[in-house]
């Protein structure tokens, strides 16, 4: 069964905290994604990478970093987080071959800043 | 990027088809229509995609029309774990592109 995995499903940071949020897929998967997902919102994407050490932006990366140092394994990195930072973060990872195919979501990161 | 239009809300009954519409009228000719749904507390799901043909898989069928500006996805017996948020996405084929969700429609489903 095809994974993707992320290391927690709830984590509880306080302002100016440098936060590391981990994803890591079994797939040997070319594409991985963040999002972020809030109500009203939706899902929006933050970064993206589409090889080891390669990333490109999304639609809402200020605040955000990331890092892809192993092609299994995603990053992203709050260096200083702030309130409007807690959400739902959402990783994701597809085949880069398969143009139009499936990304495979993982369960979710639910964050709250205080 | 070309937008889709969904319902916000849809309810069924178990064991009954649901048919689940999305309106998508800029959509341009390399666009693939993808549908995904989000069972609360987790992350999306794939449920299928298709270009211009009719699709089926284990999960659903996906019906496009002919101009292609309008699609629907069939759950040809719902079950109580159906209910989620079913969104339906336009996808252009380019390598590492990421998914832009709308807001989707909620779909409830009584026993």
């Known amino acids: 069964d095809v994974k993707v995995t992320q290391s927690s499903r709830y984590l509880v940071k306080r302002t100016g905290e440098k936060v590391f949020l981990e994803c890591v897929q079994d797939m040997d998967h070319e594409n991985m994604f963040w999002y972020r997902q809030d109500p009203g919102l939706g899902l929006r994407l933050i970064y993206f990478s589409y090889d080891v050490k390669m990333k490109e932006k999304g639609d809402i990366p200020e605040g955000y970093s990331v890092s892809r140092e192993k092609k299994e394994r995603f990053s992203l990195i709050l260096e200083s987080a702030s309130t409007n930072q807690t959400s739902m973060y959402l990783c994701?990872?597809?085949?880069?071959?398969?143009?139009?195919?499936?990304?495979?979501f993982g369960p979710g990161t639910r964050l709250t800043v205080l | 990027d070309a937008k889709t239009t969904q319902p916000n809300s849809m309810e069924s009954n178990e064991e009954e088809p649901v048919h689940l519409p999305c309106n998508h009228s800029t959509i341009s000719g390399t666009d693939y229509i993808h549908w995904y749904r989000q069972l609360p507390s987790q992350g999306p799901e794939y449920v299928i995609h298709g270009l211009t043909s009719n699709v089926n898989n284990r999960m659903a069928s996906l019906a496009i029309a002919e101009d292609r500006k309008s699609s629907t996805l069939i759950l040809h017996r719902a079950t109580l774990r159906d209910a989620a948020v079913y969104y339906c996405i336009l996808r252009i084929p380019q390598a590492g592109t990421a998914l832009i969700f709308g807001k989707g429609t909620t779909l409830s489903v009584s026993s």
């Open positions: 994701a990872s597809s085949l880069y071959r398969l143009l139009q195919g499936e990304q495979f």
